[in-house]
């Protein structure tokens, strides 16, 4: 071929690869070839078994998609969270050993690996009498023993019997008294708590007991204070000799009295007032009577006498002081009219005290009234000052009959008067 100076043949070529004749895979991977295809793929038996995954968030596997044909990774702990729930699996038995119910109630061995009752009704059952062996023949007795460990007084704990293929079948009980050991069999007290269902001879029961707590530590005290053996809803107790270990009943009625704290029965009359009895006397806080005149005399209160009587229209009343002959006021005179009754024609002098003498208090009101035909009376005023009424004179005044007058005092010595009749 002749090539000009100018001409640009086109070369084309292809340059084959050559892979070598031998490959190997490692990391759990396999590589092969067929009809000239190399095909990689896992060799699952060149990988090394896990049967525990110690950190599932950082572990992957290779997850193939059949639809697209993809592979993707993902998690371990990716593929824990996304399985589901498997279905909940049986109950598992009740606790306890494992015996078979017998219908009789006499006090003997029930036999190999059973149980019965003194009683056929559950709620009237008060003992369980237990073989030494449970269900399977293995020996029990060491465990029944320990139904009474605890040191509780009352209840040494609950004992439940439960059908082992129904739960609705039980009966429960507490445990109130020591084991005891028959002959093959153990012996046990019981008070009945509740129960269902009919117990049907040689079913199968699982038997559980719970204990109770042991007894609490005892008080500072020694408990030896005894008392009576019986007594009455409400009644009191009291010491029964000086040992103050000894209680009795108390057999006091009535009105109870206490002396340096002992109780003692109350005497009417003396400790508390008697309706019909002795009278109280008026030193005791009394009245020393037992009729209401007498308490009044006793008392200083007679009315008439000692006070007034009552009447509606008393704070009205002007309270009278009658006189017929010369007369000096006294303190009680306050508020009273002083009286010159007309039996008494003779010219009289009725006279006022000075303070120094009465000190009346200021604002009392002193009434003087002449009766018809009585004599000229002559208010006078001893030291202190009396000034007429209007006029302002001062010195005695002279009151006709039928005259009244009515003197004021306004500071502690000095009177104002002032009426009719009145010169």
């Known amino acids: 071929m002749a090539l000009s100076s ?9 340059v084959l690869a050559r892979l070598p004749a031998t490959l190997t895979a490692i990391g759990g991977l396999a590589i092969s070839k067929l009809n000239g295809i190399w095909t990689i793929f896992p060799n699952w038996l060149g990988l090394a078994l896990e049967t525990t995954i110690p950190d599932p968030e950082a572990r992957q596997l290779w997850v193939l998609n059949p639809d697209t044909n993809v592979y993707t990774r993902l998690s371990v702990q990716a593929l824990i969270d996304n399985l589901p729930n498997g279905p909940i699996g049986p109950a598992g038995p009740a606790a306890g050993f494992r015996q078979a119910f017998d219908s009789a109630t006499s006090d003997v061995d029930p036999g190999a690996g059973e149980f019965r009752f003194n009683h056929a009704t559950l709620a009237s059952v008060t003992a369980a009498y237990l073989d030494n062996l449970d269900a399977g023949g293995a020996t029990i007795s060491a465990l029944i023993d320990t139904f009474d460990d605890s040191t509780n007084v009352t209840t040494k704990g609950r004992i439940r019997f439960e059908k082992a293929t129904d739960p609705t ?20 007290t019981l008070t009945h708590i509740a129960s269902a269902g009919t117990f049907t001879a040689a079913a199968v029961f699982s038997v559980a007991f719970f204990p109770a707590g042991d007894k609490g530590t005892d008080g500072a005290g020694t408990g030896d204070v005894v008392g009576p053996v019986a007594s009455v809803d409400g009644e009191m107790a009291l010491y029964n000799a000086t040992t103050g270990k000894l209680i009795k009943r108390s057999t006091l009625t009535g009105l109870i009295k206490a002396t340096s704290g002992v ?33 009044r005399t006793n008392l200083g209160l007679v009315i008439g006498t000692d006070v007034q009587a009552f009447d509606a229209q008393l704070s009205s009343l002007v309270r009278q002081n009658s006189q017929s002959a010369a007369y000096t006021c006294v303190l009680t005179d306050g508020g009273k009219h002083i009286l010159h009754p007309s039996a008494d024609t003779t010219a009289r002098i009725f006279t006022i005290p000075a303070n120094a003498s009465v000190a009346y208090p200021i604002g009392t009101v002193l009434t003087f009234v002449n009766q018809n035909a009585g004599g000229v009376i002559t208010i006078a005023v001893t030291t202190d000052t009396m000034r007429l009424a209007g006029a302002g004179t001062t010195g005695s ?15 502690a010595t000095e009177w104002i008067i002032s009426g009719t009749g009145l010169s």
């Open 169 to 188: 079948t039980f009966a429960e009980f507490r445990v109130t008294g020591a084991v005891v050991d028959g002959t093959g069999y153990r012996k046990l």
């Open 263 to 295: 109780a003692a029965a109350a005497t009417a009359g003396t400790d508390y007032y008697n309706p019909g009895g002795t009278d109280v006397a008026v030193a005791d806080g009394g009245t020393g009577a037992s009729t209401a005149g007498g308490a």
């Open 6 to 14: 100018t001409s640009r043949p086109s070369l084309r070529g292809r």
């Open 397 to 411: 005044r002279t009151l006709a009959a039928n005259g009244i007058a009515t003197a004021l005092k306004i500071t």
